[in-house]
């Protein structure tokens, strides 16, 4: 079975501090990978998403990047984070046709 | 543009009862549909989806219908119990699209009441 990792699951930050947030999936093979924020109180923001290796497409023009070095690995990065970048950011894979699963997210904080 | 609304925030239902959660679109290329639970920090879980073929799906308590015409569809829980207390998101997608992308809803939260 199919299983999606994040980490870490919370984290604090200093404006201005860099950032790397991981996702990896398992028991699968060339997925589609998304990074999504959910902000304080609204919905899911389609961030970047990836199709293959060395893909990436931004929804978002944002202090964001996305890398995806290996099939199975996303990264989300920062060369120096705002407040404005706090959230809950959650990564998913999809499944044909269109169905999406998510990992268990991670709580970010910039003060 | 908010090309999929969920225009009720919040739903509170007394244990047993129904709930009925309601999703609207714009774009008319959206063939496939979505439901989405969430709990407090964290991930999503899928629910239950629809194509545009159907006007239907049914999931144990957990059905989707799905009105093209007026481009809207609903979930209903029936009967609703205290666990399923979350936020719920619909989403939409283009199928035949390589990318798979979701748009999603604004989320309404749904307090069922023992």
């Known amino acids: 079975s199919q299983t999606i990792h994040q980490w870490p699951a919370t984290l604090v930050q200093p404006v201005g501090s860099p950032l790397s947030l991981e996702c990896t999936v398992e028991?699968?093979?060339?997925?589609?990978l998304y990074w999504y924020r959910q902000a304080a109180g609204r919905g899911l923001q389609l961030l970047f998403y990836?199709?293959?290796?060395?893909?990436i497409s931004s929804e978002v023009p944002q202090n964001l990047s996305a890398s995806r070095p290996q099939d199975r690995q996303f990264i989300l990065s920062s060369k120096k984070l705002l407040l404005s970048d706090s959230g809950f950011y959650l990564c998913?894979?999809?499944?044909?046709?269109?169905?999406?699963?998510f990992g268990p997210g991670t709580r970010l904080t910039v003060l | 543009d908010q090309q999929v609304k969920q225009n009720s925030p919040s739903l509170s239902v007394q244990e047993g009862r129904i709930s009925i959660l309601n999703c609207d679109y714009t774009?008319?290329?959206?063939?496939?549909f979505l439901w989405y639970k969430k709990y407090p920090a964290e991930g999503p879980t899928f629910l239950i989806s629809?194509?545009?073929?159907?006007d239907k799906n049914e999931d144990g308590r957990f059905t989707v219908f799905l009105n093209k015409s007026a481009k809207h569809l609903s979930l209903h829980i029936v009967p609703s119990q205290p666990g399923d207390s979350a936020v719920y998101f619909c989403?939409?997608?283009?199928?035949?699209?390589?990318?798979?992308?979701?748009?999603f809803g604004q989320g309404t939260t749904l307090q069922v009441k023992p």
């Open positions: 998913a894979w999809r499944l044909a046709p269109d169905t999406q699963y």
């Open positions: 028991g699968t093979s060339n997925p589609n």
């Open positions: 990836s199709v293959g290796i060395g893909q």
């Open positions: 774009n008319s290329m959206f063939d496939y």
């Open positions: 629809i194509s545009s073929i159907k």
């Open positions: 989403a939409a997608s283009e199928i035949g699209s390589n990318t798979g992308k979701l748009i």
